[in-house]
């Protein structure tokens, strides 16, 4: 079970707002920057995410925040090319490891 | 540009042992945090050691006495050694870069079989 809590899945027609959500508690996301990484189709990972830094090339569709504990990846304007697997990481104090949640489906419909 | 190209997956059995490379481009290993994840099939990310850049190392419980991790300065390359391999242990390893304890670059990743 993991440390980190995201939404199974998530839709959006094209041009819609969706926003994915990754909580955890105060030893990882309330104490740590929080990365939110694209992986489509089981291909290698991208960061499009660090913290609330949008990595360079990656579209400003992408954005990030933080409440707390929970952190979230919003994408103003879906497009086809977003639908994809969104995972998120942080370090964990307690835990002394980085710890990934298990992942939203982002669907495009 | 950064660049991480993983090598040394193969089919292994149970028990056997193997050591995964991951060649650095762009930027030196010495100076940065790196990290090896690893993705079983069908499965989501699954982190598995972190070298911080003055040589502290962490591992996931799963691999932890199992796996080390080091790094070769002088031909910036990042390394997992990899012992006692079980089933479960079977996956697509990616090498990353760290910024700010969060992971900024992947590899494309290499795949470790093990099967009897």
């Known amino acids: 079970q993991s440390a980190l809590t995201q939404e199974a899945s998530v839709s959006g027609t094209v041009g819609q707002k969706v926003t994915l959500s990754c909580t955890g508690d105060?030893?990882?996301?309330?104490?740590?920057?929080v990365g939110w990484y694209q992986q489509i189709s089981h291909g290698a990972p991208r960061t499009v995410m660090l913290?609330?830094s949008l990595p360079s090339g990656i579209p400003d569709r992408f954005s990030g925040s933080k409440s707390g504990t929970t952190a979230s990846l919003t994408i103003s304007g879906l497009q086809p090319e977003d639908e994809a697997d969104y995972y998120c990481?942080?370090?964990?104090?307690?835990?002394?490891?980085?710890?990934f949640g298990p992942g939203t489906k982002v669907t495009v419909l | 540009e950064v660049q991480l190209v993983e090598s040394g997956g193969v089919l292994v059995q149970p028990g056997g042992s193997l050591r995964l490379s991951c060649a650095a481009s762009g930027f030196s290993v010495s100076t940065n945090y790196m990290s090896w994840v690893r993705q079983a099939p069908g499965k989501g990310l699954e982190w598995v050691s972190v070298i911080y850049s003055g040589g502290t190392t962490y591992y996931a419980d799963s691999v932890k006495g199992r796996f080390t991790i080091s790094r070769d300065n002088s031909k910036n390359t990042l390394y997992l050694q990899m012992s006692s391999l079980r089933a479960e242990d079977t996956a697509v390893y990616y090498c990353?870069?760290?910024?700010?304890?969060?992971?900024?670059?992947w590899g494309r990743g290499t795949l470790v079989t093990v099967v009897s």
């Open positions: 990353a870069r760290d910024k700010g304890l969060v992971v900024a670059s």
């Open positions: 105060s030893n990882n996301v309330g104490s740590y920057a």
């Open positions: 913290g609330t």
């Open positions: 990481s942080t370090w964990d104090y307690s835990l002394s490891a980085y710890v």
